[in-house]
């Protein structure tokens, strides 16, 4: 059983910053890319930010590059998502998924709330 915890999430004013961070468990978590997703209202999910299962690779969504940070601890079986700089447009629901091929996804997150104020 694979499980994917997220936390992290809540309401910050424009500006303001935030740590996701998404606990995995299950087996063999180091050997998986993992991604953050999120929905904001009205929209589809979208891609925010992927890392390679060794942390060297990055992959961000273009409207949040310089400004999130996607990282992960292999060891503690953790990833996170570093958010600076929020702003109202950011505002959704923040899923941290599984990647076992290309973009594949298997497995989501309960996902967290994040609500950027003006």
């Known amino acids: 059983q694979v499980l994917l915890v997220e936390s992290g999430g809540g309401l910050v004013q424009a500006g303001g910053s935030l740590r996701l961070s998404c606990a995995a468990s299950?087996?063999?978590?180091?050997?998986?890319?993992m991604g953050w997703f999120r929905r904001a209202p009205g929209k589809e999910r979208e891609f925010v930010a992927a890392?390679?299962?060794?942390?060297?690779?990055?992959y961000y969504q273009d409207s949040v590059k310089g400004r999130f940070a996607i990282s992960r601890d292999n060891a503690k079986n953790m990833v996170y998502l570093q958010m600076s700089s929020l702003k109202p447009e950011d505002t959704a629901v923040y899923y941290c998924?599984?990647?076992?091929?290309?973009?594949?996804?298997?497995?989501w997150g309960q996902g967290t709330q994040v609500t950027v104020s003006s």
């Open positions: 998924a599984r990647d076992p091929r290309l973009g594949a996804y298997d497995y």
């Open positions: 299950g087996p063999a978590f180091s050997t998986y890319q």
């Open positions: 890392i390679g299962w060794k942390g060297v690779n990055t």
